[in-house]
């Protein structure tokens, strides 16, 4: 699977609604971009995908309140009629939203669109005067906690999309990503979350404080064996019922490897497309009340 890497279209000094832009593709050819507010709806021609097999996306940008300009890749399921729920993936700190593209196939898979983001100062959505890999300890710190504008821009872009059922939407977060996707659990319009290798603590986002605010939210907790015992410490000290744990046989930052993962959370997110009431609440190991 591949994710094509477009050219940087540029932004007009306002943002305007929806207009379409030529981008010329790595491969060859062109495609349109959409240049959006958070809120607006793009609409975009789809990329080239090398192979027959690899899912094809569409370049969408969208602005985040305090206006940072991002990048993205949306992945519509092919051939869909009616709208559909959605999934949001949020890649680590460092990364880029390619980090889980191994999931986007299984995804569209379940009849849901996807949306991969690059956070701010991150691969696309990077910027001469923002650039994570440049920053120091200190600007990296001051960073991370607007973060969390980056994902509402991402939800308000799904919302606003005419193929995507915008109050059935799950977040996949890797690292930081996913806690990220933890402290914007409490947004009514997300219905499950997944959570790949998280650290307890992580640039001022504690696990143990911001679980609690996303009970009854079907969650699931993804690590390596190497990873697993601080997890399920915190989980045994706090007394947390309302998380599944999964541990694949990877090492950390490999857990792809397993080529059964992505199906596995492909199906488990399906299961929750609705939220709890998939399966009449939800609590340790996804049993239901």
Not at 107 to 115: I, P, Q, R, S, Y
Not at 259 to 277: F, P, S, V
């Amino acid at each position: 699977m591949l994710l094509v890497t477009l050219a940087l279209c540029a932004f007009p000094p306002d943002v305007r609604p929806a207009t379409a832009e030529p981008v010329e593709l790595p491969s060859g050819g062109t495609t349109t971009c959409a240049v959006v507010g958070a809120a607006s709806l793009a609409t975009a021609t789809p990329e080239k995908a090398e192979s027959k097999d690899d899912p094809v996306g569409e370049l969408a940008r969208m602005e985040t309140r305090d206006k940072i300009r991002l990048e993205a890749t949306f992945y519509p399921v092919p051939r869909a009629k009616d709208p559909l729920p959605a999934v949001l993936l949020i890649h680590d700190l460092g990364s880029d939203r390619s980090q889980l593209v191994p999931l986007v196939e299984k995804l569209l898979k379940e009849k849901l669109c996807v949306l991969a983001i690059d956070l701010r100062g991150h691969g696309t959505s990077a910027t001469e005067d923002l650039d994570w890999s440049k920053l120091e300890e200190v600007q990296r710190e001051r960073l991370t906690p607007f973060m969390r504008d980056d994902v509402n821009a991402a939800l308000d872009w799904l919302t606003a999309d005419s193929r995507v059922i915008g109050t059935r939407i799950g977040i996949v977060g890797q690292g930081f990503g996913g806690l990220l996707g933890l402290r914007a659990a409490r947004d009514e319009r997300i219905v499950n979350l997944t959570m790949i290798e998280p650290a307890l603590e992580d640039h001022g986002y504690r696990l143990s404080a911001l679980l609690p605010d996303a009970e009854g939210l079907p969650m699931q907790i993804v690590v390596g064996k190497d990873e697993e015992q601080p997890i399920d410490d915190l989980i045994k000290s706090e007394n947390i019922d309302y998380v599944e744990m999964r541990t694949v046989k990877a090492e950390r930052g490999a857990l792809f490897e397993d080529k059964r993962l992505a199906a596995a959370l492909g199906k488990w997110i399906d299961t929750y497309r609705e939220g709890a009431q998939s399966q009449g609440g939800f609590r340790m190991n996804g049993a239901g009340k």
